[in-house]
């Protein structure tokens, strides 16, 4: 990670959702703190990235902060969100009852994201992709 950027935002660049949630991140980061990391690259290494493999990638958005800390679902648009200066957009993510629907229905989302964007299963893309080790989706 260079040592100015705050986050490390793993993404999947097959995604049409994920990859206009980036663009408009991309355009909202003036500060260029965010590191963006298209996990569907041939070159995506997990050992780089805190042994994140491709398969826990793909089944639910992951960044790492300047700290070392790794993040996931809602967290990860808190944060991207709070350091393009759109943090308020979010903010009501962290109230306990409104925290508990939008977690429940990102996980929803994001185990059908794929057949959603008529791409093939995690296990397909795992064999595709040279990860076939990974094991099995739940």
């Known amino acids: ?12 660049g097959g995604c049409p959702f994920c990859l206009r949630e980036i663009s408009f991140l991309r355009k909202r980061d003036s500060s260029n703190c965010i590191e963006f990391v298209d996990i569907d690259d041939p070159g995506y290494d997990p050992k780089l990235f805190k042994g994140i493999s491709y398969r826990e990638a793909m089944g639910r958005i992951h960044a790492i902060t300047s700290s070392g800390e790794v993040i996931r679902d809602i967290r990860v648009f808190q944060e991207a969100y709070r350091l393009v200066g759109l943090g308020w957009v979010y903010a009501p993510t962290r109230w306990p009852a409104v925290s508990f629907f939008v977690n429940s229905f990102y996980i929803f989302w994001a185990k059908r994201r794929l057949s959603w964007t008529r791409r093939p299963s995690l296990d397909q893309l795992c064999n595709i992709k040279g990860f076939p080790d990974e094991g099995k989706e739940e």
């Open 1 to 12: 990670m260079v040592a100015s950027k705050k986050l490390i935002l793993l993404f999947d």
